[in-house]
C-alpha cells in the first residue's frame, strides 16, 4: 500500500494556494489509488515546536539507550522521522513568506534531519539515508523568483529533500499571485493543469 505523507503550510490552511495544489494532487493519486494511505500534516494550524536542545541531544540517542526524560523529549520528533520513513511519496504546500519557506516548514525539518538516521556524515559528505521516495512540492507565490537570485524557497526544500536522500522531487510553481488578476488566474491555471499530468 503507498503511502504519502502531506505537509501544508499555509497560514490559511486549505484555503491556502499552496494546500489547494496540493490537495489537488493527492487527490487526484488517491482517485487513482484508493488504498493510498494519507498522513496529513497542517503545520500553520498544528505548528510542530521549535527544536531544543533536549530534543536534539535525545535524537541522536538510540531509542532503547534513552532515559525516561529523553524518549519524552524524543517523542515527537521520533514520529515525525517515523511517518517520513514510511512515506512513499512526501507532498508539501509551500508558500513563499518573507522570501523563504515558512518557518513552521523549516521547524519540521529540524526535526526530521536527524544524523544516523535520516543523513550521516562520511568522508565524502553527507549522505542522505531514506531510500526509494519521490517528493511533490507545490510552491506559491506572490512575486515571480524561477530563475532569478531570490529563487530560495524552492531550491531550499529540493536541496534538504535531496540531503536526507529524496533526490526526485518534482516543483510545480505558481507564481506572480499578487501581481495582478489576469496573471494570478493564468498562474494557477497553468499549475493546476500541470498537476493533473504529474505522476503520483
Ligand atoms: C506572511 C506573508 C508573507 C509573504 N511574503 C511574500 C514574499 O516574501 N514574497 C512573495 O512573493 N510573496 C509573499 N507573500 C504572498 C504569498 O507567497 C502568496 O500569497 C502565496 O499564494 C501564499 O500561498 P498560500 O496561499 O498557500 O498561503 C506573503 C504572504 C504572507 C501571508
Not at 527544536?51 to 535525545?58: M, S
Not at 529523553?70 to 511519496?89: I, K, N, R, Y
Not at 498562474?187 to 499530468?197: M, N, P
Amino acid at each position: 500500500m503507498k503511502t504519502i505523507l502531506q505537509l501544508n503550510n499555509s497560514v490559511f490552511s486549505d484555503e491556502g494556494q499552496s494546500s489547494q495544489l496540493a490537495d489537488q494532487f493527492v487527490a487526484r493519486v488517491r482517485g487513482e489509488d484508493p488504498e493510498a494511505r494519507v498522513i496529513r500534516r497542517d503545520l500553520a494550524e498544528h505548528p510542530v515546536p521549535h527544536l531544543n536542545q533536549a530534543t536534539f541531544f535525545a535524537g541522536l540517542t538510540a531509542a532503547d539507550e534513552r532515559t525516561a526524560e529523553q524518549a519524552q523529549a524524543a517523542a515527537h520528533a521520533d514520529t515525525l522521522v517515523a511517518e517520513l520513513q514510511s512515506a512513499d511519496t512526501v507532498v508539501i504546500g509551500v508558500p513563499v513568506y518573507n522570501f523563504l519557506i515558512p518557518s513552521t516548514l523549516k521547524a519540521w525539518f529540524d526535526h526530521v534531519a536527524r544524523a544516523g538516521t535520516t543523513f550521516r556524515y562520511t568522508e565524502n559528505g553527507p549522505e542522505g539515508l531514506l531510500e526509494g521516495k519521490r517528493a511533490h512540492i507545490f510552491v506559491t507565490s506572490g512575486g515571480q523568483y524561477a530563475g532569478t537570485d531570490i529563487d530560495f524557497a524552492a531550491p531550499y526544500v529540493k536541496y534538504m529533500l535531496g540531503f536526507l536522500g529524496i533526490t526526485d522531487v518534482t516543483v510545480t510553481r505558481a507564481e506572480g499571485l499578487a501581481m495582478g488578476e489576469e496573471t494570478s488566474l493564468a498562474a494557477l491555471e497553468s499549475a493546476r493543469e500541470r498537476v493533473d499530468g504529474l505522476a503520483a
